[in-house]
């Protein structure tokens, strides 16, 4: 069974950091919960009396959900949602996004331009040539090599 996994993209943490902050659903950051709603809460209160729901805030206007596709590149890295990805295809190296495309229901990653517009591939083609060279929110200027 697929792992259902997420991180998040912190726009910025308490004013300490205005470049923000990654952070994702692992034992490192337990502090952190993805509603069934799909918002972020941050725990801010710790109870020795339990476990409750009051002891978080919603932190969803300040962050950007990403989920794991449950696909790994060629290094074995995670490849989630907004990730930078470097893959050959047809003999050259692209460079492009990951996304999840709602029509054909699947992860996709860009291909190649067609005019104005961008061919998108399916995430899982070239899988043995693909990895993950950063994020679109830590690493926006690698996109600028897609060309």
Do not use: C
Not at 32 to 45: I, L, M, P, T, W
Not at 46 to 63: K, L
């Amino acid at each position: 069974m697929r792992r259902i996994k997420f991180r998040a993209w912190q726009k910025s943490v308490r004013g300490l950091n205005s470049r923000g902050m990654m952070w994702q659903s692992d034992e490192t950051f337990k502090d952190y919960v993805v509603g069934f709603n799909g918002s972020v809460y941050e725990k801010f209160v710790d109870s020795f009396a339990g476990e409750s729901f009051d002891n978080y805030r919603d932190v969803s206007d300040n962050s950007v959900l990403m989920q794991y596709t449950g696909l790994n590149d060629k290094n074995g890295r995670e490849i989630y949602e907004g990730d930078v990805v470097r893959y050959k295809l047809g003999g050259e190296w692209i460079v492009g996004d990951v996304r999840y495309d709602v029509p054909s229901a699947r992860y996709v990653k860009r291909a190649e331009r067609i005019g104005e517009l961008w061919d998108y591939k399916d995430l899982s083609s070239y899988l043995g040539s693909t990895s993950v060279i950063g994020n679109i929110h830590e690493d926006p200027e690698l996109l600028d090599q897609a060309t």
